[in-house]
C-alpha cells in the first residue's frame, strides 16, 4: 500500500536512506501546507471565532472558537488512515489463531518485541503526542505571527536534552546540556524581540513546544534504559506511536470540544473554497502526523539505532535543516496569500544561530561516531580473515562518547548513498535559501500589496479647531480619586503636557452634582446625559454637539480605562501632531466586512459595516481593521471628513429602541437593552473604519499591547497620519 511508503521503519533493513529523504520531502511538504491553510481558514476565511452564546463565552474563556474541531477531524482522519486501513489490509494476511485483541494490542505498541518501551513511559509519551496537535492547532490561532512561532521549534530537541538532563541520563555530555541551554535562551531571544505577541499564543505555542519535547524525551529515556536498540524495537515505529497518542487524545479532544465548541454556530455561511481548504488543510496535517507524529516537529530520520549518540545528535541536524526549509517555505507562501508578519534581524539572527549551535554539535557527535564504526569495521574484518565460526567483536559503549549502552557493530553501519544524498541536500538548501529570500525581502518592505490598496481619507480640510487637544471621558460611577489619577497621567505625558488639554467628562447620571465633579476633578466640564448607549453614545454625542468647536484631537477614554499597564505607553510613544486615528486597544484584528466575528463571541453579518464603511470611505469595503476597549486619537479633520448625518443615524441605532439594533432580526437571541446596547461592541469596533484607518498596514505592523514596540518600527505603524 502507498501507506506503507510513509513509514520506512516499520520495514526491514532494506529500508534505503532514498525512502527517507523522500519521507522527510514529503512532511516538509505537508507541513507547510497544513499551517499555513489553517492560518488561511482562521484569518482569511473566518473559520475562527463562532457564534457563541453568552453563557458558553463566560465559560469557554480563549478557546471559544473551532480549533479544538479542527484538532478533532485532523484526530479522526489520522485514525482513519493509521487504524482501518492497516486493519482491512491485513485482515487477508493474518492467521486465524491470531486473535483481534492480540492483533490490535500488537499494532498498538509502537515498541514491539520483549525488549519494547515501558506502558509506564510510552503511554504519557504518546498523551503528550497527541495532545501537542489541539495545542498546535489553538497556537496557529492565537499567535498573530506564525513565522515566529515556527522558529520556536528550533527549542524542541534542546528541551528534549534538559529533560533528560533532569533524569540524569548519562549519554546526555556536559557540551550537549550546555548547547540545549544556549539554544534556550537564543529562544527566549526570539521571544523577546517579536512585535506581535498575545498572551493565548504564548501559552498555547510554548506549552504545545514543552510538551512535544517532553514526549520526545520520554521516548528516548525509555529506549535508552530498556535497551531498545533494533528498528522494529525502537521509538521510531512512527504510525504505531501515533495511532496511540491519536487514541489516547481523543477522548481529550472529543469532550473539549463538547464543552466548548458544541453550542456554537457558524457566523456566516461557510462557502465551497473554504471547505476545499479545510479538507486540503485535513489532508495534509493527517500526512505530516503519519510521517512523524507532528505537525511542527521534522521527522528523525537520519539516525539507524536509538543508542548511538552520534546517529541521536545526526537527527537534530537533519531535524533542524527540515524545519529551517519548512519555516521559509511557510513564510513565502503565507505572504503570497495575504496574510503577513514581520520579524527583526534579531529574531533571525537568534534563529540561525540556534540551528548552527544543535548542527555543529550534532555533526561533531556523528564524525566520532563514524570514526568508531571505522574502527569496528577494521576489527570485524580483521575476526573474519581468521576463519568461520568466529564471531564478530561488540563494542561497550564505554569506548564511544556520551553513550552507556552497548550495540554491534554489524547491525549499525550507516550506507548512505552519496551521490543522492548530496543531491537531495542541495535541493533541500536551495528551496529553503529560496523561501527565505523572498520572504526577507517582502518582510523589511514597508507596504502590503493590496489589489485593491485604500483610497485617499476625506479630510475637512477647511476646519480650524480653537484648541490642541480634548480628553474626553465617559463616566458612570466610576470612584473619584481614580479618574483623577488617570487625568493626571495623561497630563503628565511628555508628548501631552505641552498642549494643556481640556477635559470634558460626560457622566451618565442626570442626577450627579456637576460641579462638585469639575471641582474634584479639575475639569473644564462635566454634562450628565442619560445612561444609555454605553461609551459610545457618549462619544456620539460629543461629536455632534461640538461639531463646530471641535479639538484639533480628541483623546476619547473611559473613566475606567483599559490595560493601563499598555495604555500609557502606546499614548505617549505613537500619538503626534499629525495623528489622524489611532486606536489605543488591542490592535491587528481584521476580518470580512461581510462577514465577520472575533475570540470575544462578537459577530455580526446584518451589513452595517460594509454600510458604514461606503459612506465614510466613498467605496465597497473587503478586510477592515477593528478597534478594541473604546479608547482613542482622533482628528477634526478625519471626524469631520464624514458627514454628520452618519454619526446622528449611529446615535440613533444606539438609543432608538424601536430601531432595527433593537430588533431580534439583528440580536438574534444575544442580550440588550437601552443602557447596554449589542450595538454597542459593534461601535467599538466600528471607530477605525468610520475615521478612515482600516488600512492593512496598520493592521500588521502594530505591536500587540503586550509587545509594546516594534523593533524597526516607527509612530506610524499603529496609526494613520493626516499627512
Known amino acids: 500500500m502507498a501507506l506503507d511508503a510513509f513509514d520506512s521503519e516499520d520495514e526491514s533493513d532494506g529500508c534505503t536512506l ?43 474563556g480563549l478557546i471559544a472558537d473551532t480549533a479544538l474541531r479542527l484538532a478533532l477531524f485532523i484526530n479522526v482522519a489520522t485514525l482513519i488512515v493509521l487504524t482501518v486501513l492497516p486493519l482491512v489490509s491485513q485482515r487477508a494476511t493474518r492467521s486465524k489463531t491470531n486473535s483481534w485483541k ?32 489541539p495545542l498546535f492547532t489553538q497556537a496557529i490561532l492565537h499567535f498573530q505571527n506564525t513565522v515566529t512561532l515556527l522558529m520556536l521549534t528550533v527549542l524542541v530537541h534542546p528541551l528534549k536534552d534538559i529533560f533528560l538532563a533532569i533524569t540524569g541520563e548519562p549519554y546526555l555530555s556536559h557540551r550537549k546540556l550546555a548547547n540545549a541551554v544556549i539554544t534556550a535562551l537564543l529562544g527566549s531571544l526570539i521571544l523577546y524581540d517579536e512585535y506581535r505577541l498575545l498572551v493565548p499564543g504564548l501559552v498555547f505555542g510554548l506549552t504545545a513546544i514543552i510538551v512535544t519535547g517532553l514526549s520526545k524525551a520520554l521516548l528516548t529515556y525509555g529506549a535508552l534504559n530498556s535497551g531498545a536498540t533494533t528498528r522494529t524495537s525502537s521509538m521510531t ?31 456566516g455561511a461557510v462557502n465551497g473554497i473554504t471547505v476545499l481548504i479545510l479538507i486540503v488543510n485535513i489532508a495534509a496535517s493527517t500526512t505530516a502526523l503519519v510521517i512523524a507524529g507532528s505537525l511542527f516537529s521534522a521527522p528523525e530520520i537520519a539516525g539507524e539505532k536509538l543508542g548511538i549518540p552520534g546517529f541521536q545528535s545526526a537527527q537534530v541536524s537533519f531535524c533542524d535543516a527540515l524545519e529551517f526549509l519548512r519555516t521559509g517555505a511557510a513564510a513565502i507562501l503565507a505572504t503570497v496569500v495575504s496574510w503577513r508578519g514581520y520579524i527583526s534581524w534579531l529574531q533571525l539572527t537568534a534563529y540561525l544561530v540556534g540551528i548552527g ?30 576463519g568461520p565460526g568466529l564471531r564478530s567483536p561488540t563494542r561497550v559503549s564505554g569506548d564511544a562518547p556520551d553513550s552507556n549502552h552497548q550495540f554491534r557493530t554489524a547491525s549499525t553501519r550507516w550506507k548512505p548513498n552519496n551521490a543522492h544524498d548530496r543531491t537531495h541536500i542541495l535541493l533541500y538548501l536551495f528551496v529553503a535559501l529560496f523561501g527565505w529570500i523572498s520572504y526577507l525581502t517582502q518582510n523589511f518592505q514597508s507596504t502590503t500589496y493590496t489589489p485593491f490598496p ?28 481614580s479618574i483623577a489619577t488617570t487625568i493626571s497621567k495623561i497630563k503628565q505625558l511628555s508628548n501631552i503636557a505641552a498642549l494643556s488639554p481640556r477635559v470634558v467628562i460626560y457622566i451618565k447620571d442626570e442626577n450627579a452634582n456637576t460641579d462638585h465633579l469639575v471641582q ?31 479639538a484639533e484631537h480628541t483623546l476619547f477614554i473611559q473613566a475606567d480605562i483599559h490595560n493601563p499597564r499598555e495604555f500609557y505607553p502606546r499614548l505617549r510613544d505613537y500619538y503626534r501632531p499629525h ?44 478586510a477592515i481593521l477593528l478597534s478594541y476597549k473604546g479608547q482613542f486619537v482622533v482628528s477634526a479633520r478625519r471626524i469631520r471628513g464624514v458627514d454628520i448625518s452618519v454619526y446622528k443615524d449611529l446615535k440613533d441605532a444606539l438609543v432608538n429602541e424601536k430601531g432595527w439594533a433593537h430588533q431580534q432580526g439583528y440580536l438574534q437571541g444575544r442580550p440588550n437593552s437601552l443602557n447596554a446596547p449589542y450595538f454597542g461592541f459593534t461601535m467599538e469596533r466600528l471607530w477605525s473604519v468610520l475615521f478612515q484607518c482600516s488600512d492593512l498596514d496598520v493592521a500588521w505592523k502594530c505591536p500587540t499591547l503586550l509587545s509594546g514596540t516594534r523593533r524597526g518600527g516607527d509612530a506610524g505603524d499603529c496609526q494613520c497620519f493626516d499627512e
Open 579 to 622: 495623528t489622524g486615528m489611532l486606536s489605543l486597544g488591542f490592535s491587528g484584528n481584521v476580518c470580512d466586512c461581510q462577514d465577520c466575528s472575533d475570540r470575544w463571541g462578537w459577530w455580526d453579518t446584518s451589513g452595517v459595516l460594509s454600510d458604514v464603511y461606503r459612506k465614510a470611505n466613498g467605496r465597497d469595503c473587503g
Open 102 to 133: 492480540s492483533f490490535i494490542l500488537s499494532e498498538l505498541n509502537p515498541a514491539g518485541g520483549r525488549n519494547g518501551l515501558p506502558w509506564r513511559l510510552l503511554l504519557p509519551a504518546a498523551l503528550l503526542a497527541g495532545v501537542s496537535v
Open 520 to 550: 474634584a476633578l479639575g475639569a473644564s466640564s462635566v454634562t450628565a446625559i442619560p445612561n444609555q448607549g454605553r461609551e459610545s453614545d457618549t462619544y456620539l454625542h460629543h461629536i455632534i454637539n461640538n461639531w463646530d468647536s471641535l
Open 357 to 386: 549551535v544543535n548542527s555543529r554539535a550534532a555533526l561533531e557527535d556523528l564524525s566520532s561516531t563514524q570514526k568508531i564504526l571505522s574502527q569496528d569495521r577494521e576489527l570485524e574484518h580483521e575476526y573474519s580473515s581468521r
Open 454 to 481: 485604500p483610497s485617499p481619507p476625506h479630510f475637512d480640510t477647511t476646519y480650524n479647531p480653537h484648541s490642541k487637544l480634548d480628553i474626553v471621558i465617559s463616566m458612570h460611577h466610576e470612584p473619584l480619586p
Open 18 to 60: 532514498r525512502s527517507k529523504w523522500r519521507k522527510a520531502g514529503i512532511w516538509t511538504v505537508a507541513s507547510v501546507v497544513a499551517i499555513v491553510s489553517a492560518k488561511n481558514l482562521f484569518e482569511e476565511h473566518n473559520y475562527h471565532y463562532r457564534k457563541t452564546s453568552p453563557q458558553l463565552q463566560k465559560r469557554s
Open 237 to 267: 515505529s512512527t504510525k504505531r506511536l501515533t495511532r496511540l497518542a491519536v487514541l489516547l487524545s481523543l477522548p481529550v479532544i472529543t469532550v473539549l470540544t463538547y464543552i466548548f465548541e458544541s453550542k456554537t454556530s457558524p457566523p
